[in-house]
T-cell receptor
Framework: GEDVEQSLFLSVREGDSSVINCTYT??????LYWYKQEPGAGLQLLTY?????DMKQDQRLTVLLNKKDKHLSLRIADTQTGDSAIYFC?????????????FGTGTRLKVLA | DVKVTQSSRYLVKRTGEKVFLECVQD?????MFWYRQDPGLGLRLIYF???????EKGDIPEGYSVSREKKERFSLILESASTNQTSMYLC???????????FGQGTRLTVV
C-alpha cells in the first residue's frame, strides 16, 4: 500500500537552511504536499508540487521532487525561530473514485537561536 | 475564508462511553476525512467520505464509525471508547477536483 516516510527530528541554527526529506511509495501520486503544524493547531498547507515538476520555489521555500527515486524535499532558507513546528509530507492517492491524502510521520523542526 | 470547524478542542470521556466528534466545513467540499495523530506515527486515516451517506474505511477503522447525513457535516463515532483511543483527532475536507485538504484545529480526546 501507500507509505510516506520522514525522519522524526531536525535541529538547525537560526539563519541556516533547513532541509526536510521524505520518501513515498505511490508512483501514481499526482500531487505532493508539505504541511506545517504549529503547537496545538491543525495542519496548514505550506506548498505543493505537481508530479510533472522537478522544483518549485516560493519565497524562502524550495521543493525538490525526484520522481525516479520517489523522494521529496523541502528546503527552508534563512530559518527563523518561528519556523519551529512539525512538517508533514503528504501525497494524494486515488481511492474509490475520489482521492485520499496519505501523510508521513512528520518531522519536528527545532530552530536554535 | 476557508473554514473547517471541529466541535471541541478538548474532550475527556470515560472508558465504554459512546463519543461523538463533529466536523463542519463551509466550502461545499465533496470529500471529508478523519485522521488521528499520535507522536511518531504521524496522521493515520480512519475513515473518509466522498458524498452524503457514502463512507470508506481508511487504514485504522476498527473501533470507529462515521456518519455523513449532510454534505457539510462529518461525524466520527467511537462506539465504546477505550484508553488506546486517547489521541488528537483531525478532520479535513477537500473538493473532488481540488488540490489541497483543509484541516480543522483538532480535538484532543482523553479516555480515562
Amino acid at each position: 500500500g501507500e507509505d510516506v516516510e520522514q525522519s522524526l527530528f531536525l535541529s538547525v541554527r537560526e539563519g541556516d537552511s533547513s532541509v526536510i526529506n521524505c520518501t513515498y511509495t505511490d508512483s501514481s501520486s499526482t500531487y505532493l504536499y508539505w504541511y506545517k503544524q504549529e503547537p496545538g493547531a491543525g495542519l496548514q498547507l505550506l506548498t505543493y508540487i505537481f508530479s510533472n515538476m522537478d522544483m518549485k520555489q516560493d519565497q524562502r521555500l524550495t521543493v525538490l521532487l525526484n520522481k525516479k527515486d520517489k523522494h521529496l524535499s523541502l528546503r527552508i532558507a534563512d530559518t527563523q525561530t518561528g519556523d519551529s513546528a512539525i512538517y508533514f509530507c503528504a501525497e494524494r492517492g486515488r481511492a474509490s473514485g475520489t482521492y485520499k491524502y496519505i501523510f508521513g510521520t512528520g518531522t519536528r523542526l527545532k530552530v536554535l537561536a | 475564508d476557508v473554514k473547517v470547524t471541529q466541535s471541541s478542542r478538548y474532550l475527556v470521556k470515560r472508558t465504554g462511553e459512546k463519543v461523538f466528534l463533529e466536523c463542519v466545513q463551509d466550502m461545499d467540499h465533496e470529500n471529508m476525512f478523519w485522521y488521528r495523530q499520535d507522536p511518531g506515527l504521524g496522521l493515520r486515516l480512519i475513515y473518509f467520505s466522498y458524498d452524503v451517506k457514502m463512507k470508506e474505511k481508511g487504514d485504522i477503522p476498527e473501533g470507529y464509525s462515521v456518519s455523513r447525513e449532510k454534505k457539510e457535516r462529518f461525524s466520527l463515532i467511537l462506539e465504546s471508547a477505550s484508553t488506546n483511543q486517547t489521541s488528537m483527532y483531525l478532520c479535513a475536507s477537500a473538493s473532488g477536483g481540488g488540490t489541497e485538504a483543509f484541516f480543522g484545529q483538532g480535538t484532543r480526546l482523553t479516555v480515562v
